[in-house]
Protein backbone atom coordinates (compact mmCIF):
# COMPACT_ATOMS: atom_id res chain seq x y z
CA UNK A 1 0.00 0.00 0.00
CA UNK A 2 1.41 3.35 -1.27
CA UNK A 3 1.62 6.61 0.70
CA UNK A 4 -1.25 8.25 -1.50
CA UNK A 5 -3.39 5.24 -0.72
CA UNK A 6 -2.73 5.21 2.99
CA UNK A 7 -3.93 9.27 2.84
CA UNK A 8 -6.55 8.45 0.71
CA UNK A 9 -7.91 6.04 3.26
CA UNK A 10 -6.79 8.19 6.37
CA UNK A 11 -9.44 10.97 4.72
CA UNK A 12 -12.23 8.39 4.07
CA UNK A 13 -12.09 7.38 7.63
CA UNK A 14 -12.72 11.14 8.33
CA UNK A 15 -14.67 12.71 6.09
CA UNK A 16 -18.92 12.48 7.36
CA UNK A 17 -21.27 10.21 5.17
CA UNK A 18 -24.19 12.08 6.32
CA UNK A 19 -25.29 14.93 8.75
CA UNK A 20 -25.83 12.47 11.22
CA UNK A 21 -22.74 10.53 11.31
CA UNK A 22 -20.58 14.55 10.64
CA UNK A 23 -22.56 15.43 14.19
CA UNK A 24 -21.11 12.04 16.14
CA UNK A 25 -17.61 13.15 14.33
CA UNK A 26 -17.92 17.09 15.40
CA UNK A 27 -18.68 15.80 18.87
CA UNK A 28 -15.80 13.52 19.51
CA UNK A 29 -13.45 15.97 17.92
CA UNK A 30 -14.70 18.22 21.05
CA UNK A 31 -14.18 15.82 23.55
CA UNK A 32 -11.08 15.01 22.60
CA UNK A 33 -9.92 18.50 22.19
CA UNK A 34 -11.27 18.91 26.35
CA UNK A 35 -9.01 15.90 26.62
CA UNK A 36 -5.78 17.91 25.43
CA UNK A 37 -6.56 21.16 26.95
CA UNK A 38 -7.55 19.35 30.63
CA UNK A 39 -3.80 17.81 30.12
CA UNK A 40 -2.33 21.46 29.48
CA UNK A 41 -3.89 22.72 32.01
CA UNK A 42 -2.80 20.03 34.53
CA UNK A 43 0.91 20.54 33.16
CA UNK A 44 0.65 24.30 33.43
CA UNK A 45 -1.17 25.95 35.99
CA UNK A 46 -1.44 29.24 34.39
CA UNK A 47 -2.84 28.01 31.41
CA UNK A 48 -4.66 29.09 29.20
CA UNK A 49 -4.42 32.72 31.28
CA UNK A 50 -1.12 32.98 29.72
CA UNK A 51 1.15 30.96 27.35
CA UNK A 52 4.52 30.83 28.87
CA UNK A 53 7.64 30.45 26.59
CA UNK A 54 8.41 27.23 27.58
CA UNK A 55 5.23 25.63 26.92
CA UNK A 56 4.82 27.99 23.98
CA UNK A 57 8.08 26.38 22.49
CA UNK A 58 6.69 22.54 23.07
CA UNK A 59 3.33 23.37 21.78
CA UNK A 60 4.93 24.68 18.42
CA UNK A 61 7.08 21.29 18.09
CA UNK A 62 3.96 19.61 18.59
CA UNK A 63 2.10 21.33 15.92
CA UNK A 64 5.20 21.41 13.48
CA UNK A 65 5.35 17.63 13.45
CA UNK A 66 1.79 17.65 12.61
CA UNK A 67 2.24 20.41 10.24
CA UNK A 68 5.24 18.56 8.49
CA UNK A 69 2.90 15.60 8.11
CA UNK A 70 0.32 17.88 6.25
CA UNK A 71 2.62 20.04 4.02
CA UNK A 72 6.05 17.82 3.73
CA UNK A 73 9.12 19.58 2.50
CA UNK A 74 10.48 21.22 -0.42
CA UNK A 75 13.49 19.95 -2.62
CA UNK A 76 15.66 21.95 -4.93
CA UNK A 77 18.51 21.94 -6.63
CA UNK A 78 21.89 25.10 -6.39
CA UNK A 79 21.25 26.25 -10.21
CA UNK A 80 23.71 28.81 -11.87
CA UNK A 81 23.88 32.59 -9.89
CA UNK A 82 22.73 30.94 -6.14
CA UNK A 83 19.14 29.81 -7.75
CA UNK A 84 17.00 27.45 -6.04
CA UNK A 85 15.68 25.33 -8.42
CA UNK A 86 12.17 23.35 -7.52
CA UNK A 87 12.29 19.76 -7.36
CA UNK A 88 9.41 18.57 -5.67
CA UNK A 89 7.72 18.07 -2.53
CA UNK A 90 8.68 14.86 0.41
CA UNK A 91 5.36 14.05 0.38
CA UNK A 92 4.91 13.05 -3.48
CA UNK A 93 8.25 11.79 -3.90
CA UNK A 94 7.48 9.76 -1.22
CA UNK A 95 10.75 10.94 0.63
CA UNK A 96 13.42 10.34 -1.47
CA UNK A 97 15.23 13.27 -1.97
CA UNK A 98 16.50 14.05 -5.61
CA UNK A 99 19.96 13.94 -6.25
CA UNK A 100 22.06 16.56 -4.96
CA UNK A 101 18.60 18.43 -4.09
CA UNK A 102 18.65 19.97 -0.64
CA UNK A 103 15.80 19.86 1.45
CA UNK A 104 13.70 23.06 2.71
CA UNK A 105 11.10 22.43 5.46
CA UNK A 106 9.24 24.23 9.03
CA UNK A 107 12.32 22.23 10.96
CA UNK A 108 15.04 23.86 8.80
CA UNK A 109 13.06 27.23 8.57
CA UNK A 110 13.19 28.23 12.42
CA UNK A 111 16.13 26.24 13.02
CA UNK A 112 17.62 29.83 12.32
CA UNK A 113 17.47 32.29 15.20
CA UNK A 114 15.49 35.56 14.32
CA UNK A 115 18.31 37.34 13.54
CA UNK A 116 19.72 35.29 11.54
CA UNK A 117 16.78 35.19 9.56
CA UNK A 118 16.41 38.60 9.56
CA UNK A 119 20.25 38.79 7.68
CA UNK A 120 19.39 36.23 5.21
CA UNK A 121 17.07 39.08 3.62
CA UNK A 122 20.53 40.58 2.28
CA UNK A 123 22.88 37.37 2.43
CA UNK A 124 20.57 35.30 0.22
CA UNK A 125 17.41 36.84 -0.93
CA UNK A 126 15.87 33.75 -3.25
CA UNK A 127 16.36 31.94 -0.01
CA UNK A 128 14.64 34.18 2.09
CA UNK A 129 11.94 34.20 -0.21
CA UNK A 130 11.19 30.13 0.37
CA UNK A 131 11.95 30.61 3.83
CA UNK A 132 9.35 33.52 4.88
CA UNK A 133 6.46 32.20 3.59
CA UNK A 134 7.00 28.64 5.24
CA UNK A 135 7.58 30.58 8.55
CA UNK A 136 4.74 32.92 7.78
CA UNK A 137 2.27 30.15 7.28
CA UNK A 138 3.05 27.74 9.95
CA UNK A 139 2.80 30.64 12.38
CA UNK A 140 -0.49 31.11 11.11
CA UNK A 141 -0.88 27.50 11.81
CA UNK A 142 0.70 27.57 15.22
CA UNK A 143 -1.58 30.97 16.21
CA UNK A 144 -4.69 29.50 15.32
CA UNK A 145 -4.09 25.96 17.04
CA UNK A 146 -3.58 27.63 20.42
CA UNK A 147 -6.10 30.04 20.41
CA UNK A 148 -8.61 26.66 19.81
CA UNK A 149 -6.53 25.32 22.70
CA UNK A 150 -7.40 28.22 24.70
CA UNK A 151 -11.26 28.31 23.38
CA UNK A 152 -11.23 24.96 24.95
CA UNK A 153 -9.49 25.05 27.86
CA UNK A 154 -12.00 27.59 29.30
CA UNK A 155 -15.02 26.18 27.90
CA UNK A 156 -13.91 23.93 30.60
CA UNK A 157 -13.02 26.07 33.06
CA UNK A 158 -16.39 27.68 32.15
CA UNK A 159 -18.24 24.63 32.62
CA UNK A 160 -21.36 24.84 34.97
CA UNK A 161 -20.94 28.06 35.92
CA UNK A 162 -24.22 30.36 34.66
CA UNK A 163 -22.95 34.17 33.72
CA UNK A 164 -25.33 36.39 35.06
CA UNK A 165 -26.40 39.23 33.27
CA UNK A 166 -25.48 42.64 34.74
CA UNK A 167 -25.17 46.14 33.58
CA UNK A 168 -22.34 47.91 31.56
CA UNK A 169 -19.28 47.97 34.50
CA UNK A 170 -17.90 51.49 35.59
CA UNK A 171 -14.22 51.84 35.02
CA UNK A 172 -13.18 51.63 38.56
CA UNK A 173 -14.80 47.86 38.40
CA UNK A 174 -13.24 47.32 35.34
CA UNK A 175 -9.61 48.35 36.42
CA UNK A 176 -10.53 46.30 40.14
CA UNK A 177 -10.80 43.69 37.38
CA UNK A 178 -7.73 44.46 35.50
CA UNK A 179 -5.98 43.82 38.88
CA UNK A 180 -7.59 40.94 39.71
CA UNK A 181 -6.08 39.12 36.80
CA UNK A 182 -2.71 40.43 37.42
CA UNK A 183 -2.18 39.90 41.23
CA UNK A 184 -2.51 36.24 39.51
CA UNK A 185 -0.51 36.45 36.34
CA UNK A 186 3.06 37.90 38.64
CA UNK A 187 2.59 34.97 40.92
CA UNK A 188 2.51 32.50 38.40
CA UNK A 189 5.08 34.60 36.58
CA UNK A 190 7.36 34.31 39.45
CA UNK A 191 6.84 30.77 39.86
CA UNK A 192 8.12 30.29 36.25
CA UNK A 193 11.42 31.93 37.39
CA UNK A 194 11.04 35.12 35.28
CA UNK A 195 13.21 37.65 36.13
CA UNK A 196 11.15 40.53 35.61
CA UNK A 197 8.09 39.22 37.34
CA UNK A 198 8.22 41.03 40.95
CA UNK A 199 5.10 40.26 43.32
CA UNK A 200 6.60 43.20 45.70
CA UNK A 201 7.23 45.97 43.00
CA UNK A 202 4.14 45.22 41.51
CA UNK A 203 1.64 45.73 44.91
CA UNK A 204 4.11 48.65 45.02
CA UNK A 205 3.15 50.27 41.66
CA UNK A 206 -0.49 48.95 42.42
CA UNK A 207 -0.65 51.13 45.76
CA UNK A 208 0.89 53.88 44.49
CA UNK A 209 -1.54 53.70 41.41
CA UNK A 210 -4.86 53.78 43.37
CA UNK A 211 -3.42 56.75 45.84
CA UNK A 212 -2.71 58.49 42.97
CA UNK A 213 -6.19 57.75 41.27
CA UNK A 214 -8.48 57.86 44.40
CA UNK A 215 -6.90 61.46 44.89
CA UNK A 216 -9.46 64.37 45.03
Same mark, same amino acid.
Given at each position: ??????????????????? *????? +???????????????????????????????????????????????????????????????????????????????????????????????? *??????????? +????? *????????????? +????????????? *??????????????????????????????????????????????????????
Amino acid at each position: MNAKTKTAMAVDAIMPTSV *KDAAY +KFARAGETSASIARYIMDNDASFPDEVSKELKADLNAGFMLRATELWGDQFYKLGDGGTYIPMGNSIELKNVAPEKSIRIGLSYCFAMSQQEFGQL *KNKDPQLHGIV +KPMRD *KFSKYAHNNIAAL +KLAARSLLNDGKT *KARTGNKNFVDALTDMFATFDKRVLNAEARLDSTASPINYRMAKDAFWSAYNKK
